[in-house]
């Protein structure tokens, strides 16, 4: 039997509550309070109908955060009170909330609260879908690895997703930033952000408590608090050959580039470290050899015909990982004639061209120091870059071999042979080193080499999620330095 009750009242809500009007025919409003507390609140609120058009409450969802006995308690509190505990189909407008509708066939008997007949539904999500669709967070995560694969990104990197809501968690709106400061974390939280993609990781170094103390600690509170997830894809995008360097590139003009160091296929078909390669003469007992080495852990055995010396060989070939090869030593040492013909190689996963930390391009034309400056700065929307020249250097010296990386670039571009070091900082021994092989070097603060990226980074995956969710960039990220 459809529930047929609903608390009515005067105004006076215990708990903090925002009204939302929604456009549409005939106009409707909607209630969200704003409440997790595991009580019995359903007999302590009234509400007030807005004349009298279609008025919609919702309540948060999260019953399951409770314990089973208030959970329970609830729960038959809500049935009893005529709130639908299930959730409502397909996309609506409040996505984390248990949502039912009140067509408002009241009366006012007396200003104290009583019970009132009404007619209950559910609303359906035709009433408030928008052009932008939800998608699950682990759907979201696939996607986002699809774009760019978070086995691109540095051993010593925090990447992927860092705070996770409890599951199932949908995704209406990703927000964009570089930074996961406080002040943007409110702005988030205004623009009522789902997942939060930060580019920089807010949890670096592990935490070993969480309270109220810290900032980074209180960043993974309200996340957790408001069922917002972070994630963070860090160097994973600046390897990445649609990343973070790639487009920093683009400000210097018409060139060619190719990584500074190129990422290794994080795949590879074949299995282990090394491989080991001997032969076996027909006379000797080819099955007990091959029998001995497969009982070692972390070794295949492949096999095939071979001649050498007008004789008729087996050619053993072992893949192996690097704690199995000491046995295949030791194991092939007890026969000499093994040991002395074995071959052992190293196994190197193969080197991918467009993808990796750094860039180094090369320009079609070379252009004055000073042209470039002034590409770097309208690319990057500043005022002012700070600029070392090379020994022997001036604004006039043509730059032909730029060699860039976005953020902090010391140990990528060390040792690399171009006309300009451009990336956002580097220690003042390194500015040195460079310039004491006629380098000149432009540092641009570093979040300023990276931030740009995000508007690129918002078209892109607009298209590479069809369109599925809606992507804002934060308003308030921005580098802590300024020139003054």
């Not at 007949?117 to 998608?135: D, E, G, K, N, P």
Request: aromatic share 6%.
């Amino acid at each position: 039997m459809a529930p047929r009750c609903l608390f009515r009242g005067s105004i006076s809500c215990p708990f903090p509550a925002l009204t939302l009007p929604i456009h549409s025919d005939p106009p409707l409003h909607l209630m969200v309070l704003a409440t997790d507390k595991p009580l019995n609140f359903l007999c302590m609120v009234s509400l007030l109908f807005l004349d009298k058009a279609p008025f919609f409450l919702a309540m948060p969802h999260s019953l399951r955060d409770f314990s089973s006995p208030t959970r329970d308690r609830t729960r038959a509190t809500a049935v009893k009170a005529g709130i639908l505990t299930t959730r409502p189909p397909g996309n609506s407008l409040i996505k984390h909330f248990l949502i039912y509708s009140v067509l408002p066939d009241f009366c006012m008997l007396s200003s104290r609260v009583r019970l009132v007949a009404t007619t209950a539904r559910l609303v359906h999500s035709q009433i408030y879908s928008s052009s932008r669709s939800f998608m699950d967070l682990k759907a979201l995560l696939c996607s986002l690895n699809d774009f760019a694969s978070l086995s691109f990104a540095e051993s010593w990197d925090n990447v992927g997703l860092l705070v996770e809501p409890s599951p199932p968690h949908t995704v209406n709106t990703l927000f964009l930033t570089n930074d996961l400061t406080e002040e943007v974390m409110e702005e988030a939280l205004q623009k009522k952000a789902d997942l939060i993609l930060s580019y920089h990781p807010p949890i670096f170094r592990p935490m070993k408590r969480i309270t109220w103390k810290t900032w980074k600690e209180r960043l993974v509170i309200r996340a957790l608090e408001n069922r917002v997830g972070i994630y963070s894809p860090h160097t994973a995008y600046d390897a990445a050959p649609q990343g973070v360097n790639s487009w920093l590139a683009k400000g210097l003009g018409v060139c060619t580039s190719r990584p500074i160091h190129p990422s290794k296929a994080p795949d590879y078909p074949t299995e282990g470290t090394h491989r080991v390669e001997f032969s076996v003469t027909h006379t000797q007992d080819l099955d007990k050899v091959v029998s001995s080495l497969k009982e070692i852990a972390g070794v295949s055995v492949t096999s095939f015909s071979a001649r050498a010396d007008d004789e008729e060989q087996t050619r053993l070939s072992l893949n192996c990982t690097q704690q199995a090869l000491m046995q295949v030593v030791a194991f092939l040492s007890q026969n000499r004639q093994f040991y002395q013909k074995t071959e052992i190689l190293s196994l190197e996963k193969p080197l991918l061209l467009y993808t990796g930390m750094g860039r180094l391009c090369t320009l079609d034309e070379s252009v004055s120091l000073e042209t470039m400056i002034e590409r770097i700065k309208s690319h990057l929307k500043l005022s002012h870059v700070r600029l070392a020249l090379g020994i022997g250097k001036t604004l006039e010296s043509p730059v032909k071999v730029v060699a860039l990386c976005a953020g902090s670039g010391s140990s990528v571009l060390q040792g690399t042979d171009a006309d300009l070091y451009l990336t956002g900082e580097m220690s003042h021994h390194d500015v040195l080193d460079a310039a004491s092989q006629g380098i000149s070097v432009i540092l641009c603060e570093h979040s300023n080499t990276e931030r740009g990226f995000l508007s690129d980074l918002r078209d892109m995956l607009h298209a590479h999620l069809e369109n599925k969710i809606n992507i804002i960039l934060s308003e308030t990220d921005r580098d802590p330095l300024h020139v003054i």
